[in-house]
């Protein structure tokens, strides 16, 4: 496995890589609530992204 | 703990739906113990209890408050593959993702909780837990793909408080859009 790779893993998987994609996805899911309005993925979104917060929030137990 | 035989090979992805399948059970748990009680207070009311706790929780999980909460905090035995190199990871994942076997060391799964059990709808709850399963499995496949020893657990801990910032942060923003939907009263 070349160091690029080593290197390109370590970024992408870092815990707080992770926790500032779930905060992209997060105003992302804001952001099409404010623009598009009420529509099924209103519904649908936000939820999966505050169980997302909530699971990774639990990940000091493992 | 990567030495268990859980965490290798496919074994890992089993675990991680064994994660989604808990996860998604403890939501409609909560959702169907949750419409028992709704009936006690219109929705608009529930809305602003949720808020309310969900306010308080941060604060907790900021630090600025201390206050007890309940968790169970048993670990579920690493060594399940006795139960097969399917079943093993299956069983330890769903346990796990039920959170109802573990360490909770986070405020942020009681908020949601609360939520799922007085706010959300049949395909609210599905989604929530799904996405629960799948920030849990997010932790676990994180952990493995960064490093082979541990590491990931170190790189948590040397940016704890500003992951834990952030995740509020990823928590508060969904939160205050289905708090604040019309359709809630």
New interface residues.
């Given amino acids: 496995m070349s160091w690029d790779l080593v290197a390109s893993r370590r970024v992408a998987f870092a815990p707080l890589s992770i926790a500032t994609g779930l905060v992209l996805l997060a105003t992302a899911t804001a952001a099409q609530s404010v623009l598009f309005g009420p529509s099924v993925l209103d519904g649908t979104l936000p939820w999966c992204v505050l169980g997302a917060a909530a699971g990774f929030a639990t990940s000091g137990s493992v | 703990?990567l030495g268990s035989p859980v965490w290798r090979g496919n074994a890992r992805y089993v675990f991680c739906g064994g994660l989604v399948l808990g996860?998604l059970t403890t939501?409609l748990g909560l959702l169907v113990g949750g419409s028992l009680l709704r009936f006690a207070a219109p929705t608009g009311i529930w809305r602003w209890v949720i808020m309310t706790a969900t306010a308080l929780l941060i604060l907790r999980?900021l630090g600025v408050l201390r206050f007890w909460l309940p968790q169970n905090k048993r670990l579920v035995p690493e060594y399940v593959d006795r139960h097969g190199p399917f079943f093993g990871p299956l069983q330890f994942g769903f346990e796990?993702g039920t959170?109802v076997r573990?360490?909770?060391?986070?405020a942020?799964?009681h908020?949601?909780a609360l939520?799922v059990a007085f706010i959300?709808?049949p395909?609210?709850?599905i989604?929530?837990?799904?996405?629960?399963?799948?920030?849990?499995?997010?932790?676990?496949?994180?952990?493995l793909?960064?490093?082979n020893d541990n590491r990931?657990d170190v790189?948590?801990l040397d940016?704890e408080r500003?992951?834990?910032a952030?995740?509020v942060?990823?928590?508060a923003?969904?939160?205050?859009?289905?708090l604040s939907?019309p359709?809630l009263g």
């Fill in positions: 703990m996860a939501a999980e796990m959170s573990t360490y909770t060391p986070s942020l799964p908020a949601a939520t959300a709808g395909w609210a709850a989604c929530c837990g799904i996405g629960f399963g799948l920030g849990r499995s997010a932790m676990t496949l994180g952990n793909y960064y490093s990931w790189a948590w940016h500003l992951i834990r952030y995740l942060v990823a928590y923003i969904p939160a205050t859009v289905i939907q359709a």
